[in-house]
């Protein structure tokens, strides 16, 4: 049984910061790719950035380039989302995902195998 919980979510104002975290339980951790995606009410899912077991980081969303970080502590079983300069169109529910495959490249979420349940993020002005 997988479980992936999502933390971190909340309110904040544009320009501010925060730290997503998303723990990992029935799983071999480390053997799996890990993504952040995210969803805003009538979008499509998208996949913001994904980490491969290796740990080699693809910055998926244009929108995101250097202001969303992504990362892993296998150690712990978690896989992070920092994001820096929020802006309001990152308003969205997050969601990570684990994949047991290798990257088509194409980082759809038909990809992936498990799912958290999500963490909503709200930017204000």
């Known amino acids: 049984q997988v479980h992936l919980v999502e933390s971190g979510g909340g309110l904040v104002q544009a320009g501010g910061s925060l730290r997503l975290s998303c723990t990992a339980s029935g799983v071999t951790f480390s053997s799996y790719g890990m993504g952040w995606f995210r969803q805003a009410p009538g979008k499509e899912r998208e996949c913001v950035l994904d980490i491969s077991w290796s740990g080699r980081r693809t910055v998926v969303a244009d929108s995101v380039k250097g202001r969303f970080t992504i990362s892993r502590d296998n150690a712990k079983n978690t896989v992070y989302l920092q994001m820096n300069s929020l802006k309001l169109e990152d308003t969205a529910v997050y969601y990570c995902?684990?994949?047991?495959?290798?990257?088509?490249?194409?980082?759809?979420?038909?990809?992936?195998?498990?799912w958290g349940q999500g963490t909503q993020v709200t930017v204000s002005s």
């Open positions: 995902a684990a994949r047991r495959t290798y990257s088509s490249g194409t980082y759809n979420p038909n990809e992936y195998d498990y």
